[in-house]
């Protein structure tokens, strides 16, 4: 008799099916000499510090470096405190009698460093030592489980993956807990304040954004550019040494605007380039996240939870993939795939030309699969999907044909005008455009070149020594603009290379393992902070919270808030997972860094402003008393200094509109808000729109467009 234990009931059920384990029991299923039961995720986890005789948050205690740790059942955050929670209590009873009644166990957790965690921390808290084997497949349908069944895979395989889990739940224990702790006794204990090991240098990557973006100070600059015609109108810029030329002031830029006006340019220098644009790599879940927040706006969590369901109704492939390449063995499986995507009505038409061509392999590759090979639709036909599940599935199946598609064929024109008047100016004018010939894999979503407006146009057929009259010319007003905020597509990015710009598919994707968290945790840790109220949304973009940024302040300049430095231990942890570094040694490291890190913390008592952290602190002064911070509530934002009588009140509902937080800090801040939808009127019980303003009386009243 055999024991199999699957993450979830989901999963179990579906294995069980193939197994033919049809007798349905209270938490397991049996027959045909299997049992198969579940977890629900983690029903083990590491014990907190009471465990350990901490009871209660004291400097003294700290930091908390445990000889060894112990494990608990899953805690629950009640009304008197922590408790075990009562299905993972039941469940973890039940998988110890059934392990009572076999010889051997299949793991059939998520394949991955987590699933791996899940099954290893059941063991070792039944403390059971009997053998183990490895269900290792990357889909759900009934063949990858069969075969996976059929090439079960020895469990001593998995303990590096093992080892490098533990790590880093020890690793996030150790600096969790204790900085944790050490933050907020320094603060005098008045409200929790989080640090972590990935979730610290990934705020204080939005912080260093949001200040550099707002402090920005544009600097104005002038481009002078000129319109001609042959046939066709296309215009062209003022460069210097080859170069598009800023010129700092307006005088000098409308001094060459008039030598220019009314005159003639020749053709000095003309280019032809035919350039070859390589289809995108397949999706791993990062790059999934990202181009599903950028093309629909889902979030990262969104994203990773729509993914795992359409995994689980084995349409997708194991979506918790770090990897952007596939296997020769697969690759084999994916003319198959294409003739499927034929029948799928978004793709049919870029399906049945791609089948007839040679597939580009630049995404195949063996030696850069790791656990998991890059995500790729199954064999089988989705039926009936949800909005969301449809915006995932093609996206991945949209990719799958765009990376094994034809390069993009684009010609490069580049023409270089000189102008015509004596003295000859430093100045020439450039005009570029970018003319795809053959559009290969960018046919599959019918996307156009994405470039800069002045690439976009056509250029005429023209020949060294040709001139042109200068039908227009004028000076382009500008300024330098900041990096933009993150958005979470584009902190997913950030994330991926420890807040290194790295654009290449190729390098990201050899960076991969110096990133901060995994591409299965790094959702989680987005929405950590959002839980905590570290960050916030404005639209798309993330800025943080006064809170967040009043924690980022203390910590800006200690190791924890490094990006790079989380990225070189996620490195380890993957090291430990090739077994080329020692995870006694990595866990040294932690418990140094973090007994360093726990002193430096509560050296700075006394320093932090716990009036900017509490609930609802926008860190705005009020307009009305000039001497409180406005404090945004459930039902209206008011002035901290009420209890001196300053009255000035904003009501979070107005005409039946409840407003954001971002509306309302616009209405202090600017004096107004933009459009606002979703009025309704009093007297005509119909819906309206308008903008809301903050008069000199500190009232608000609603302003109309004209129109």
């Known amino acids: 008799m055999k024991l199999v234990i699957a993450e979830k009931p989901s999963v179990g059920r579906e294995i069980a099916k193939i197994l033919g384990a049809d007798t349905v029991r209270s938490g397991y299923l049996e027959g045909n000499g299997y049992l198969v039961t579940w977890a ?35 805690q629950v955050k009640g009304k008197s405190g922590y408790s075990n929670d009562e299905g993972a209590e039941k469940q973890i009873k039940l998988i110890g009698q059934l392990l009572d009644r076999v010889e051997r166990i299949v793991v059939a957790t998520d394949a991955g460093r987590e699933g791996e965690l899940i099954f290893r921390f059941i063991y070792e808290y039944l403390g059971c030592r009997k053998p183990f084997d490895r269900l290792w497949i990357s889909s759900l349908t009934e063949k990858a489980i069969r075969d996976g069944i059929n090439e079960l895979k020895p469990g001593k395989d998995f303990d590096p993956l093992y080892h490098s889990a533990r790590c880093r739940a020890e690793a996030d224990w150790l600096v969790g807990i204790n900085a944790t702790q050490a933050l907020t006794l320094s603060s005098g204990n008045k409200g929790l304040l ?10 204080a990557m939005i912080c260093e954004r949001y200040l550099a973006n707002t402090g920005f100070k544009a600097v104005p600059y002038y481009l002078v550019k000129i319109g001609l015609e042959k046939g066709i109108p296309f215009g062209a810029i003022a460069i210097k040494g080859g170069k598009v030329h800023h010129f700092n002031n307006l005088p000098e830029a409308q001094s060459l ?29 990062g ?17 990773l939870r729509i993914a795992q369901e359409l995994y689980e109704k084995k349409l997708i492939t194991y979506p918790r993939t770090g990897s952007r390449y596939i296997g020769e063995d697969v690759f084999e499986t994916v003319p198959g795939l294409i003739r499927n995507a034929m029948g799928y009505e978004p793709f049919a038409q870029p399906a049945a030309e791609l089948i007839k061509k040679k597939l580009n392999k630049r995404s195949v590759n063996d030696g850069k699969v790791t656990d998991h090979h890059a995500l790729l639709p199954t064999e ?27 390069a993009c064929k684009k010609m490069v024109t580049t023409v270089v005008f000189e102008v015509k008047i004596e003295p000859k100016p430093e100045f020439d004018f450039m005009s570029r455009g970018v003319q795809i010939v053959y559009p290969g894999w960018r046919s599959v979503w019918g996307v156009k070149e994405e470039e800069d407006g002045e690439d976009n146009q056509s250029i005429p057929a023209l020949s060294v020594g040709e001139e042109l009259p200068v039908k227009e010319v004028f000076t382009e007003a500008k300024k330098t603009k900041p990096q933009p905020l993150f958005t979470e597509g584009t902190l997913l990015k950030a994330m991926e290379t420890a807040g290194r710009e790295v654009d290449d598919d190729e390098l990201r994707a050899a960076m991969k393992d110096c990133g901060l968290g995994t591409p299965a945790t790094r959702a989680a840790v987005i ?29 800006k300049e200690k190791s924890i808030s490094k990006p790079v430095l989380t990225g070189e231990w996620e490195k380890k942890l993957e090291d430990i997972r090739c077994e080329i570094y020692s995870a006694g040694t990595f866990m040294n490291e932690i418990s140094e860094y973090t007994s360093v890190l726990t002193k430096e913390i509560l050296e700075q008592s006394g320093t932090i402003n716990v009036s900017a952290m509490q609930p609802g602190a926008t860190g705005i002064g009020c307009p009305k008393c000039k001497k409180g911070v406005i404090t945004i509530r459930e039902k209206a934002a008011g002035c901290s200094e009420y209890k001196s009588g300053c009255a000035f009140t904003i009501w979070r509902t107005i005409a039946s509109k409840k407003l954001t937080d971002t509306q309302i800090q616009a209405l202090i801040q600017k004096g107004k ?20 303003i903050l008069g000199s009386d500190y009232k608000v009243s609603f302003v109309f467009d004209k129109k």
């Open 40 to 74: 629900f995720g983690h029903l083990v986890q590491l014990s907190g510090p009471e465990e350990y005789g901490f009871t209660t948050w004291s400097k003294e205690n700290l930091p908390i470096l445990p000889e060894s740790f112990s494990l608990s059942v899953k």
């Open 194 to 203: 989080s640090l972590g090991r990935v979730q610290t240098p990934t705020l």
């Open 257 to 285: 605007e008039g030598r220019v006006r009314g005159k003639v340019v020749k053709l000095k220098e003309l280019e032809k380039e035919e350039q070859q644009e390589q289809p995108p790599l397949l999706y791993d879940l």
């Open 287 to 303: 790059s999934l996240q990202q181009d599903a927040n950028k093309r629909n706006g889902l979030s990262a969590e969104a994203t």
């Open 380 to 406: 089988n036909k989705p039926g009936k999907l949800s909005g969301d599940e449809k915006i995932v599935y093609d996206l991945v199946v949209g990719r799958m044909l765009e990376s094994f598609g034809e």
């Open 527 to 555: 929405g950590k902070l959002f839980s905590i109220g570290y960050i916030d949304r404005q639209k798309k973009s993330i800025v943080p919270t006064p809170k967040g940024l009043e924690v980022y302040n203390l910590v």
């Open 673 to 692: 808000t933009g459009t606002v939808k979703g009025f309704v009127s009093s007297k005509t019980n119909k819906p309206f729109e308008a903008a809301l």
